[in-house]
């Protein structure tokens, strides 16, 4: 009986002891949490700062006040260069 009680006790201080860990690690891993969200919201911001910076640089290069060709223009005039070009995906460049 008294061997069952002192191996009851010496499971409830290892659980004792993996619960303070637990609980140590979970206060460690929701700083760290905190401390990602922090540096998403920073990296978002100097995204938008610099997506600025380039539709000003883009701005003003020369061309950059010419709206879209229309495609029936292109036509018109093959060897005029396209005042706008497209990625593999379709997108636009030029055109922020």
């Known amino acids: 009986m008294i061997e069952d009680l002192d191996l ?5 201080a290892q659980l004792t002891e993996l ?10 891993l929701s700083q760290d949490l905190v ?16 997506h600025s910076r380039v539709d ?10 010419l709206e879209a060709a229309p495609e029936d223009a292109a036509e018109a005039s093959p060897d005029a260069p396209a005042a706008v070009s497209t990625s593999n995906d379709g997108e636009a460049y030029g055109t922020h």
């Open 8 to 12: 009851l006790a010496s499971r409830i």
């Open 35 to 50: 401390q990602r969200y922090m540096d998403i919201h920073r990296l978002r911001e100097a995204l938008m700062a610099t």
């Open 56 to 65: 000003a640089v883009l701005g003003r290069l020369p061309g950059a006040d």
């Open 19 to 28: 619960a303070t860990r637990l609980r140590a690690e979970n206060e460690k």
